[in-house]
């Protein structure tokens, strides 16, 4: 009697710790691979978890496998799918299109104005949009790298730009910003790019360091000019679904992780950068620093303009007021 009284209670302890473990899915788009800013936070908030956690799991699930960014983060708001997503805020404008004011051209003067501007008020207004739609937001992260300009030919001034044909994305931001930056933008499929560049229907492109790099892009341009013009935000997003069913001590354990992959995704962006600059010269790149005043003039017309169109003129202020340029 006494044995099975005692098998009994080890096997409610065994259902008890069983239903007090948590698991989360992450999702994201990029590689399984430290090199990749969305990689790395659900790295680090994964071994977080792991050393800190009490019971405790997450895994994570790279390259779109529970499905590409909308279909994840539409699944999320039914409470299905992925409990957490990392990505670049382009796709949550989608659900809030206010989010689109952190995407425009240098809207950010440097690392530390970006982080600061998120982690303060603009930052938690914009999460509370995010909340009517089903998302919270643990973390507001930051791209590993600018972009800037790779061209065939030095580039020292806007004027220098004029009548060059800039590969970039087929959005109102990107191809607003390239033209009013005195280029003529010319929107292209990622893929037909080193071709273009390679036979001359293209002058140029622009894109972060890194993938510049990754992709060889410095066999068919000698110049890459630091123009610095574009720099995304990136959001570790929780469905709300999911947040609501953790209690007092796992929702402690999951916002700490989430703060510390943010410090570490963070602290690596400039470091990442400059890896991949150094290895753009190394690969013979003649790299350029350039006065990015008179392009960032050139431009403040267009954040004024979307930023309208977007419904956010007082978050731009507030951003502008923030970096001390209103």
């Known amino acids: 009697m ?4 005692l098998a009994t209670l080890g096997f409610s302890v065994s259902l008890s710790g069983a239903a ?3 698991d989360i899915k992450v999702a994201h788009s990029s590689q399984a691979s430290l090199a990749s800013e969305l990689h790395a936070a659900a790295w680090a908030f994964q071994n977080y978890l792991d050393d800190f956690g009490n019971d405790i799991h997450v895994t994570i699930y790279p390259n ?6 909308r279909e994840v983060y539409e699944a999320m708001q039914l409470g299905s799918g992925a409990d957490c997503a990392i990505s670049g805020t382009a796709i949550l404008n989608n659900f809030d299109t206010r989010l689109g004011v952190i995407e425009l051209p240098y809207i950010w003067n440097d690392y530390n104005h970006l982080n600061r501007v998120l982690d303060g008020e603009v930052g938690d207004e ?3 949009g995010l909340k009517q739609s089903g998302f919270e937001v643990v973390g507001w992260l930051a791209s590993w790298g600018y972009r800037n300009v790779a061209t065939n030919k030095p580039i020292e001034s806007p004027a220098d730009l ?5 590969r970039t994305i087929p959005t109102d931001v990107y191809v607003k910003t390239v033209n009013a930056m005195s280029a003529n933008a010319t929107p292209m499929a990622f893929g037909e790019i080193y071709t273009a560049m390679e036979t001359g229907v293209l002058d140029g492109l622009e894109h972060s360091a890194a993938l510049v790099y990754a992709n060889k892009f410095y066999e068919v341009a000698d110049h890459y000019t630091l123009t610095r013009h574009l720099l995304g935000p990136v959001a570790f997003v929780c469905s709300s679904a999911f947040m609501g069913k953790l209690n007092d001590e796992q929702r402690e354990q999951v916002l700490a ?3 510390f992959a943010a410090d570490f995704e963070r602290a690596l ?3 990442r950068e400059q890896d991949a600059l150094d290895a753009l010269a190394e690969e013979g790149m003649v790299i350029t620093q ?8 050139l431009v403040r017309p267009v954040q004024d303009e979307l930023a309208a169109s977007l419904g956010a003129e007082e978050i731009l202020e507030k951003i502008r007021a923030e970096g001390g340029s209103n």
């Open 2 to 5: 006494r044995k099975l009284l």
């Open 290 to 297: 350039v006065d990015v005043t008179p392009f960032r003039e």
């Open 126 to 128: 914009l999460a509370e």
């Open 162 to 166: 004029k009548g060059l044909k800039i």
């Open 64 to 69: 779109n496998q529970l499905g590409q960014e």
């Open 20 to 22: 007090s473990a948590l």
């Open 257 to 259: 992780a989430a703060d």
């Open 269 to 271: 962006a400039p470091l």
